[in-house]
């Protein structure tokens, strides 16, 4: 049975507005006045907005309605009429009381209805995070959020929050354009009871009914509002019975899910592929696929539903597949399927396999992809021949933007690697903009010295942040810059992130310099963004300082950047209160600020510094925004290396790390057997030409993400569908430690 979660009044002080008892409607409890579910209590600092609540909204009208809801007095109205911009309407709240929820599977529900809502949806939000600030539990319903005109639907996010919990934020969100109120929202605790008691044994191919309900297949867990789900007898792959699954209508918010659990000592250790067929007829708004997850003790050690490669629209019966890495620290293992969608889905015939990874290539392999492969003289930007170089020049051709990733945050090699790359570009191909993965204001401030020869570049290199930054190589860059722009200007430095305020304020500070008025808004500004105020509260703030940018007389070129930095600041609100380890909002946003950058400069070409994952085109990230922003004029070039070492902040700080060395199986691994020390491999053209010796790279393949951790990865290596991430990809033999300076700030 499903148990409604009674919120403790005793010891809970909440982070955001409070309320005046004697203006509450009566009826109000006190379970509902704490966290305000169902928008049934006002705001003392705002009296049309709901209390306890975080709002924001650029360019939405958002307010609490009393003429539509659906039961009480009130509900909570979002519009955004016209094009949003990329901007979001949203409210958070914050539970209190972790302990009563951790370790548990909670449902999170309520009620929406949508008017004319086009270029979006209208949806609930559940994150979890740990007590590093890390999110280990996240949806937002992209793909099963309510649109168009849709009459009051519940409906509903289900999640089992891990037992190492620390925070938990959750609240509406509404991407789109048109109106979307959301009412009586409520969690509750699911009872394991309701899961099948012989939820262990195996039935993968739906063969064998339930005891007590023959309809259903014996030992799967089946969960999915106002989902039909069922045997069929009629269509099915092979056998007498397929598991099928039907949802008609808007999906109100949910999903189909069936889960059963595996063996842990049968698959741990082991390199497994979990395939099954599926057939779908006008499965849209959502996709249907498998589901694997693999459970350690802080959490998920491998996760993947098929989300951004699932079946859609009319499909007759197709083998899909997911390949795992299960590692040897696994403590459950679960598989099954997921249906988010209107239409229909069948599965059928599931297997799980343990695969052997491929450790070799044959004469024949190799010999074809040898003809994909651009060697190259050295990674040292060393000013010597470029000859090998000129190869960039068919294979960028016209594109306008080139993504250089990074498989780790301190490989030096890597980084001087792309330093020659930008060295050639710029003076060979006119691409006169360089944008990192920094802080968009203080790596504006670059410029200082590398345009105008003025400031320490050390101190302007630390002053955007990040460690990963404060290498010998990335300063050798910055010092080739400044050389590059004598004597006259032909590369502009910039930044696209934003994870801090400190240069928005400055740039402020910078521009009003004088104004008192302005100041005092300014100093005001800084001082709720120390104290973590609330979007309620700094809003005000940002709308006079945008109001005063548009009437100031400062040339539109100073105003824009004076507004993107104000931009900055939603930004960051919008991130704090969807909690920290979300990369979602932060991926959208860099990459709506490096297109801003590109509106600014019509007429320029630009390199991109980032991590592989922020630049290949695959899954929600940037790279993925900008493809679908600018097609065929972003071209991402992904990096690795086979062996060595590399800095990152880990176990022991930030210092040397060793890379595990490719194994077999690794994409490194086969691309060392061409004994090759430093190449490009053509992705694109593999792709297009399809020959049979290249097939192994269209698979999903092990591949190097070490990222910034360290020892602190659970694993150094994901499964990747490298020739869908990258138009080509670096190889390097072997990696060694950037070289982090100190600096010295007095």
Not at 77 to 100: H, P, V, W
Not at 279 to 293: I, P, R
Not at 423 to 451: C, R, W
Not at 596 to 621: C, G, R, Y
Request: glycine letters at 8%; hydrophobic letters at 40%.
């Amino acid at each position: 049975m499903i148990r409604i979660l009674q919120f403790l009044a005793i010891g809970l002080s909440l982070y955001l507005c409070s309320c005046k008892a004697e203006d509450d409607p009566p009826e109000v409890d006190l379970s509902l006045r704490l966290f305000n579910l169902d928008f049934e209590v006002r705001s003392d600092a705002n009296r049309s907005l709901p209390a306890h609540w975080s709002i924001s909204g650029v360019g939405f009208t958002i307010s609490l309605d009393d003429a539509e809801k659906h039961s009480g007095m009130l509900s909570l109205k979002m519009e955004r009429q016209g094009d949003r911009d990329g901007r979001y309407g949203f409210c958070t709240n914050r539970f209190l009381s972790i302990a009563t929820v951790a370790g548990k599977t909670v449902e999170y529900r309520g009620w929406i209805k949508t008017k004319g809502v086009i270029n979006g949806y209208a949806g609930l939000w559940f994150s979890v995070n740990d007590g590093n600030g890390r999110t280990i539990g996240y949806d937002n319903m992209v793909n099963n959020g309510v649109a168009g005109d849709t009459d009051w639907v519940q409906v509903s996010i289900k999640m089992d929050v891990s037992s190492n919990a620390e925070a938990i934020y959750f609240g509406c969100i509404f991407p789109g354009e048109g109106i979307a109120w959301f009412d009586d929202l409520e969690i509750v605790i699911i009872d394991p009871s309701e899961v099948d008691p012989d939820f262990n044994k195996p039935n993968l191919d739906f063969e064998v009914r339930r005891y007590e309900n023959s309809l259903l297949p014996a030992n799967w867990y089946i969960g999915g509002t106002d989902f039909d789900v069922s045997l069929d007898n009629v269509e099915k792959h092979s056998g007498l019975l397929s598991l099928k699954a039907e949802r008609q209508g808007g999906t109100n918010g949910s999903a189909m899910v069936f889960t059963s659990n595996l063996p842990v000592e049968m698959y741990a250790g082991k390199n497994v592929e979990y395939r099954g067929w599926i057939k779908t007829k006008g499965v849209q708004n959502g996709c249907a696929g498998l589901m694997f997850n693999v459970e350690g003790e802080t959490g998920s050690l491998g996760y993947d539903n098929m989300y951004n490669r699932g079946l859609i629209g009319d499909n007759d019966w197709t083998q899909v597949s997911i390949k795992m890495d299960v590692s040897n620290n696994a403590k459950a293992i679960a598989l099954g399927g997921y249906f988010s969608g209107e239409g229909i889905a069948w599965f059928d015939n599931l297997e799980l396999i343990i695969t052997e990874p491929k450790t070799s290539l044959s004469q024949e392999e190799l010999t074809v992809l040898k003809n994909y492969v651009y060697p190259l003289r050295t990674f040292e930007p060393d000013g010597g021949d470029t000859q090998d170089l000129k190869i960039l020049d068919e294979l960028i051709g016209h594109s306008k933007v080139v993504g250089l990733g990074e498989n780790s945050h301190g490989s030096s090699e890597i980084f001087k690697m792309k330093n020659r790359i930008i060295q050639y570009l710029a003076a060979n191909n006119g691409f006169d903009i360089f944008s990192i993965e920094a802080s968009m204001p203080e790596a504006y401030k670059l410029n200082d010295y590398t345009v105008r020869g003025e400031g320490d570049p050390r101190k302007l290199i630390a002053g955007m942040h990040f460690w990963t930054w404060r290498t010998e190589e990335v300063l050798d860059m910055v010092e080739w810059m400044r050389r590059f722009n004598e004597p006259k200007q032909r590369i502009l430095f910039t930044g696209f992130d934003m994870q801090y305020y400190s240069g928005v304020i400055s740039e402020l500070s910078d521009a009003f310099q004088g104004d008192t008025e302005v100041e005092a808004i300014i100093t005001g500004l800084k001082k709720k963004l120390d104290e973590n105020a609330g979007v309620n509260e700094i809003e005000p703030l940002l709308l006079f300082l945008q109001n005063t940018i548009e009437n100031s007389l400062f040339q539109p070129s100073e105003q824009a950047w004076l507004q993107q930095n104000i931009e900055i600041i939603r930004q960051l609100l919008v991130r704090q209160f969807q909690g920290a380890g979300v990369p979602l909002w932060r991926d959208i946003f860099m990459a709506n600020n490096f297109m801003w950058i590109t509106e600014q400069n019509p007429d320029s070409k630009f390199v991109i510094w980032a991590h592989n994952m922020h630049v290949h085109k695959s899954d929600l990230l940037q790279g993925f925004y900008l493809t679908q922003s600018l097609g065929n004029d972003y071209i991402a070039f992904g990096f690795t290396f086979f062996e060595g070492s590399y800095i990152a902040n880990g176990s022991r700080g930030v210092t040397s790390y060793e890379a595990v060395t490719a194994y077999p199986g690794t994409l490194e691994y086969l691309l060392n057997q061409l004994n090759e020390p430093i190449f490009i491999l053509d992705l694109k053209k593999i792709k297009s030409d399809h020959h049979k010796d290249t097939q192994w790279l269209m698979e999903y393949l092990l591949f190097r993400d070490a990222d910034e951790y360290g020892d602190l990865l659970t694993s150094e290596y994901v499964y990747r569908k490298i020739v869908d991430d990258f138009d080509y990809l670096i190889f390097i033999k072997r990696s060694s430690p950037s070289s982090v300076f100190e600096v010295n700030n007095e």
